[in-house]
């Protein structure tokens, strides 16, 4: 984010501006020329992720206040901070005046309204695509693999900060796109309704894509799938006229729909503009599993190797390669960079058991009914020498009918044929074991710390086969640190 005259005034009219302990009106030209010196910033919610020359935004959480830390991020080399004028006495002028010399501080009434506020304007600026990706699984994934393309095609490009997906995630997001980047993707996530129409008015995406259409967030979003996707396709509702919406050409509920603008398709199926045809998966020469396809892409195709066996990852990769086309990325470099694109931090990620007790594939990022499936689709296609064993954890907010999807996943289950160990984690997770054969260990926890003691229980061999598949709010993650290498 560029500090400047013209943004400030526009973005944050009634502010009143700190330097140091010095209070400054908005028209002393000695406040700009101290501005100018600081250039671009970077913006920093989290007090714990703060670099040097970063510019703190203290928001009030429903826990924790911003404000407490102002100490701390100025100490670790914050530029300033923006603060709420009710916190001015309490949290800036009674500190020591070493900590905030030569910093700036903007004071507001709102520091949560201001971040939206600038937020918008920062997109009012800019004059690059903006993309916008959302879905109800595969959005993250997506975006990763489009910021591959974009790397791999030598397009300079902002991608979005891990998950930060809610209205504040997005708005930090638009403040952080750099001057040099010419494509900015934005990923778009909602947990009820109205929160898409919030974020399409924030990022106002000029290409967007919807991934698919599944049961998260369910409950939240109208209660059936016809609800989600009205939800989900309110993301184009701020296109202008060259906006190009990018969606799943294989569900009915994205397809039968009209659209007032151009729209590009997806899929398996022969009708979508690009496919993915012969998808098949094949172990590599070191006993991993790859999946193959040919990707037939506007009158081109090609063979394409994706690094895992997960069902997403191909919808996945057509998604992102259908954004790409509309963003001038060349073919051949569409398929360097998903052959080489390597999945990240919790999704199918593989990791190494300690003690030599096998592998363990950590896929605990989210869990609806759909990634559910996909996984353990995949799960079932893999080879283990030693035990196979599922961790899995209750799915949440899917309406009145979560004992259904659950009592569905237990139909999948029972497609594993050398499932050994099952371990559930809470309470409607035990429904998972319904249709399982007795051969089937099965345990159930209520949390993480039971999770792990029924692993080391029963993971006690070498050469097994773990997946740990469950919702960020089981915490699965602190298990699975105590496991691995």
Not at 72 to 100: F, K, M, Y
Not at 273 to 301: C, I, M, S
Request: glycine share 8%.
């Amino acid at each position: 984010m560029k500090l400047s005259k013209s943004f400030l005034t526009k973005a944050l009219p009634g502010a009143i501006y700190y330097y140091g302990q010095v209070a400054y009106d908005a028209v002393n030209d000695d406040l700009w020329s101290k501005i100018d010196q600081l250039r671009d910033v970077n913006v920093a919610l989290d007090s714990r992720s703060v670099d040097a020359g970063d510019l703190f935004f203290a928001l009030k959480g429903a826990k924790v206040d911003g404000h407490d830390f102002i100490a701390d991020v100025l100490a670790q080399g914050a530029c300033g901070a923006l603060i709420a004028n009710d916190r001015i006495a309490s949290h800036l002028l009674n500190l020591d005046e070493s900590l905030t010399a030569n910093k700036l501080f903007i004071v507001v009434e709102n520091t949560e309204a201001a971040l939206l506020t600038m937020a918008r304007t920062r997109r009012d600026e800019l004059t690059i695509p903006v993309v916008g990706v959302t879905g109800s699984v595969g959005k993250t994934t997506t975006k990763e693999m489009l910021g591959a393309i974009l790397h791999e095609a030598g397009i300079p490009a902002f991608v979005s900060f891990k998950n930060y997906n809610t209205v504040l995630g997005v708005s930090y997001n638009l403040l952080r796109i750099h001057e040099s980047a010419q494509v900015a993707v934005i990923e778009m996530g909602i947990n009820g309704v109205g929160e898409m129409q919030q974020l399409a008015d924030i990022v106002q995406p000029s290409l967007a894509v919807i991934t698919n259409i599944g049961h998260a967030h369910v409950g939240h979003l109208g209660g059936s799938l016809h609800g989600v996707a009205h939800e989900k396709r309110l993301i184009f509702s701020r296109f202008k006229a060259d906006g190009v919406g990018v969606i799943h050409g294989d569900q009915e509920l994205l397809t039968e729909v009209h659209y007032n603008h151009p729209v590009a398709k997806f899929g398996l199926k022969t009708k979508n503009q690009v496919q993915a045809r012969k998808v098949r998966v094949e172990l590599d020469e070191h006993n991993q599993p790859q999946t193959h396809f040919v990707l037939k892409w506007y009158g081109e195709k090609a063979s394409v190797i994706l690094k895992n066996n997960h069902p997403g990852s191909v919808a996945n990769a057509l998604a992102a390669a259908t954004v790409a086309y509309f963003l001038k990325a060349p073919f051949a470099a569409i398929v360097r960079a998903l052959t080489n694109y390597v999945s990240f931090e919790n999704r199918f990620e593989p990791k190494k058991l300690k003690d030599n007790k096998g592998h363990l594939l950590s896929d605990c990022y989210n869990a609806n009914p759909e990634n559910m499936k996909a996984a353990l689709v995949a799960f079932a296609q893999l080879p283990a020498k030693g035990s196979k064993v599922l961790i899995l954890g209750e799915m949440f907010e899917l309406g009145d009918r979560q004992d259904y999807w659950h009592r569905q996943v237990s139909r999948e289950l029972a497609k594993v044929s050398d499932l050994g160990v099952l371990i559930t984690v809470g309470s409607r997770a035990q429904l998972y074991a319904k249709m399982l054969p007795r051969s089937v260990k099965v345990h159930t926890a209520d949390n993480w710390q039971q999770a792990l003691d029924a692993f080391n229980k029963h993971v006690d061999g070498e050469d097994a086969l773990v997946l740990v598949k469950g919702g960020r709010s089981l915490c699965l993650e602190n298990m699975i640190k105590e496991v691995v290498e």
